[in-house]
């Protein structure tokens, strides 16, 4: 086998760029490519990578299956002494068990394969567990724990042979999510493939589905068709070639267990001759070098071979999530964009110097002051700005609403704390202007020099007011000089324009967000594409 370290650092770096993808947006597609990173981690996670680095390791040889197809009790019957806990009671296996010589212990004792996974080294009623970063000899060291459905028990038996290690992995179609995710992680860290199924139940879609993908891979593969009644083992056995033919399986070892009074309840084990030539078969793969390297190879080729189709198919869900993402800002951007240019629009005809605002401007300055009119000013400022924001918040949810990938996002709503955080913005703005006019009012004489509250009124309003404040421009003149005025008014907009910019960005921002918070972003595509092309020329 190819264990160049070259080859073995592009499996690496490749496998770093699989695990930064990022696919939250629930397109279509989403969920099988999410299946796909999973199955890409737990292969080059479990089995690719340990396998290149460590060619001469034992054999591992998964045994799978539907519930109740009789795995631990096959498992049981392999090694000639129960193990795993089989019964009537599903799903049984709740903790997989991995089988292995007293001499072979070492290769799974550690981090070499299914690394996430907690060693247990005692039967369940004594239950020891050893995190793996512990030292070696802390695994004699009693460390109670509690389960948490992420263990491995693994158990010695001299009755294997040496470079065999058989796993008894939970059901696939446990009614237990986590079983289920087990027992494909399980599955992905297997040299061979052993699928389980019964008389009853060898036409199930789970079942098959595993066999086709296995197939995809160009897996070492093994059936075994067990509880098979006598009078009827013939027929279903030719039954289930028939199909593993039509399904391009037909060359992949079959093995028939018939149902033996062993087999009710699963508490027994099965006797020898029933399983021997399964035995004999894994067996020959473990002692001899040929058919070792005919099996460990064709799984690992399969799995390098796959990568070149799998790859691809990944950086183009990311490259459907980014597009969404994009479609997703836009629509914020866009809508953002559009009350900017609304307000400024309504500033120019006036529309903040409308109702009590226009009322105390009649009254100024008879019947009222300049702080009364600047209050009235900036919150129909506070208003119009609320109004924009409430705005661009509807057609953000229209957008979104016609886009499948916004179901990762909250929709906008009525935000109540918009209308503080504007009104806050909004007074620091008008505490800016009245600086600007004591600024102002402080170069002219101080005999001549107007009240400075009076500058900032007229100011505000000649900057809010639009068509309808034309004479606060010429009041303001004769206050303080045409050349003061105009200079005045020049600073006054900028600041106009730049708060207008700075609330509506901040709202925008605030939108965007959710959005930026879901890490979708378009280097990992190209990343992916890179890190491929880098393990092809490798190979």
């Known amino acids: 086998m190819d264990v160049r370290p070259q080859l073995l650092d592009a499996l690496s770096a490749l496998r770093d760029r699989v695990a930064s993808v990022r696919l939250p947006l629930p397109l279509p597609g989403a969920p099988r490519a999410r299946q796909t990173r999973a199955e890409l981690l737990a292969q080059l996670d479990d089995y690719l990578v340990p396998r290149l680095k460590a060619p001469e390791a034992p054999l591992l040889a998964v045994v799978g299956g539907s519930t109740g197809a009789g795995k631990s009790t096959l498992v049981n019957s392999l090694v000639g002494r129960q193990v795993s806990e089989a019964g009537v009671l599903r799903p049984t296996t709740r903790i997989p068990v991995l089988v292995c010589h007293p001499d072979d212990h070492h290769w799974f004792a550690g981090m070499r394969v299914l690394p996430d996974l907690m060693r247990v080294w005692q039967p369940q009623d004594e239950v020891e567990l050893v995190p793996l970063s512990e030292k070696p000899q802390a695994l004699r060291a009693p460390k109670p ?12 038996v001299s009755s294997l042979p040496r470079g065999l290690a058989l796993l008894d992995a939970p059901d696939i179609d446990s009614l237990v999510v986590e079983n289920r995710t087990l027992a494909a992680e399980l ?57 593993l033919t ?84 836009t629509a914020v951007e866009d809508a953002f964009q559009r009350e900017g240019k609304r307000v400024r629009a309504r500033l120019q005809s006036g529309a903040v110097l409308s109702g009590d605002a226009l009322t105390r401007w009649r009254g100024y300055p008879l019947d009222t002051t300049a702080d009364e009119l600047l209050d009235s000013l900036g919150e129909s400022l506070t208003a119009l700005l609320q109004c924009a924001v409430a705005a661009a918040d509807e057609r953000i949810t229209g ?26 913005a909004v007074r620091r703005w008008r505490r800016v202007l009245e600086e600007l006019a004591e600024e102002e009012v402080g170069l002219m004489d101080k005999q001549s020099a107007p009240d400075p509250d009076a500058v900032a009124a007229l100011l505000v309003a000649a900057l809010l007011g639009g068509k309808r404040a034309r004479a606060a421009g010429d009041r303001l003149a004769q206050r303080i000089g045409v050349h003061a005025a105009v200079r005045l008014r020049d600073r006054g907009n900028e600041l106009v324009s730049s708060h207008l910019d700075k609330v509506l960005q901040a709202e925008r921002d605030r939108r965007l967000a959710l959005l930026d918070a879901l890490e979708v972003t378009p280097e990992p595509q190209a990343e992916l594409i890179a890190a491929l092309s880098v393990l092809q020329k490798e190979r």
Not at 145 to 156: D, F, K, S, W, Y
Not at 200 to 222: F, G, H, N, Q, V
């Open 246 to 329: 039509r399904a391009g399986l037909g060359d992949v070892p079959r093995f028939t267990v018939p149902e033996l009074p062993e087999s009710a309840g699963g508490g027994g084990l099965l006797p020898a001759s029933a399983v021997a030539p399964l035995y004999d078969w894994l067996s020959h793969r473990a002692l001899d070098p040929a058919a070792r390297q005919q099996a460990v190879g064709r799984t690992a080729i399969g799995v390098l071979d796959s990568l070149g189709r799998r790859m691809p198919e990944l950086a183009s869900a990311v490259a459907a999530q980014h597009a969404a993402a994009v479609r997703l800002t």
């Open 399 to 424: 957008a979104w609403r016609r886009e499948p990938a916004s179901g990762a996002v909250t929709l906008p709503t009525p935000d109540h704390e918009a209308g503080e955080r504007i009104g806050v």
């Open 145 to 156: 724990a509690p389960q948490t459905g992420r263990e491995l028990r693994i158990e010695t």
């Open 187 to 243: 599955i992905c860290a297997a040299d061979v493939w052993v699928m389980v199924t019964t008389a009853s139940r060898y036409a199930d879609a789970i079942p098959w589905y595993l066999l086709r993908t296995a197939k995809e891979y160009r897996a070492t593969l093994i059936t075994v068709l067990d509880r098979v009644p006598h009078q009827v083992l013939a027929e279903v056995s030719r039954q289930y070639g028939a199909l």
